[in-house]
């Protein structure tokens, strides 16, 4: 027996799937110790916000698609976690297992509803090859590094590893002249 889904059954199965997006911490935030860090949710709105207007600058770029790429970039970590370099995971585990809960997020929302879209949108930033993807890239950085930035203002903490992990990594113009008006409002430190 076919069970067949309707488009309101797909539609809120999907939204439940993404739930744990708003309730997980960003790994790396707890492991640096930071109380009440920001969800997966929270970092991709920000992504979403910064994507509509660092697209702007680069008209070139297709804004609509940008802040696509930003809603579903870490999609996949609704069903595998927030997986980080520090994890005992290699790239190739991680990308297989975010590959693998896209196909299956697909399948919950079905292409009807755009679960094709989503997973080739999510194929494209992994890709990092399009115009709009290497934007995203840079903005998945600078996301990290504001945050981190705030984080150093609120807690006093020294979150130095973020900002040396993404030196030098920035692809476009924009990702760039961001870095360095994020770096130039860092709280100042004393040298030790």
Same mark, same amino acid.
């Given at each position: 027996?076919?069970?067949?889904?309707?488009?309101?059954?797909?539609?809120?199965?999907?939204?439940?799937?993404?739930?744990?997006?708003?309730?997980?911490?960003?790994?790396?935030?707890?492991?640096?110790?930071?109380?009440?860090?920001?969800?997966?949710?929270? &970092?991709?709105?920000?992504?979403?916000?910064?994507?509509?207007?660092?697209?702007?600058?680069?008209?070139?770029?297709?804004?609509?698609?940008?802040?696509?790429?930003?809603?579903?970039?870490?999609?996949?970590?609704?069903?595998?976690?927030?997986?980080?370099?520090?994890?005992?995971?290699?790239?190739?585990?991680?990308?297989?297992?975010?590959?693998?809960?896209?196909?299956?997020?697909?399948?919950?929302?079905?292409?009807?509803?755009?679960?094709?879209?989503?997973?080739?949108?999510? &194929?494209?930033?992994?890709?990092?090859?399009?115009?709009?993807?290497?934007?995203?890239?840079?903005?998945?950085?600078?996301?990290?590094?504001?945050?981190?930035?705030?984080?150093?203002?609120?807690?006093?903490?020294?979150?130095?590893?973020?900002?040396?992990?993404?030196?030098?990594?920035?692809?476009?113009?924009?990702?760039?002249?961001?870095?360095?008006?994020?770096?130039?409002?860092?709280?100042?430190?004393?040298?030790?």
């Amino acid at each position: 027996l076919l069970l067949v889904r309707t488009p309101a059954q797909r539609a809120i199965d999907f939204l439940h799937l993404t739930q744990s997006l708003k309730t997980t911490p960003r790994t790396g935030w707890v492991n640096h110790g930071i109380g009440n860090p920001e969800s997966i949710a929270d &970092h991709m709105y920000r992504m979403s916000l910064m994507a509509m207007v660092a697209s702007k600058e680069m008209p070139e770029l297709c804004q609509a698609k940008c802040v696509n790429l930003a809603l579903i970039h870490d999609l996949a970590e609704a069903l595998v976690g927030d997986i980080t370099p520090n994890d005992p995971v290699t790239k190739e585990e991680k990308q297989k297992l975010e590959s693998d809960a896209m196909a299956k997020i697909r399948e919950v929302l079905g292409d009807s509803l755009g679960g094709d879209t989503i997973e080739q949108l999510w &194929h494209e930033y992994e890709d990092g090859i399009t115009p709009e993807a290497k934007l995203l890239k840079d903005l998945d950085k600078l996301e990290m590094i504001q945050q981190a930035g705030e984080y150093e203002h609120t807690t006093g903490k020294d979150l130095s590893d973020f900002f040396t992990s993404t030196a030098g990594k920035f692809q476009t113009k924009v990702g760039q002249a961001w870095e360095a008006e994020i770096v130039s409002r860092r709280p100042k430190r004393d040298a030790q």
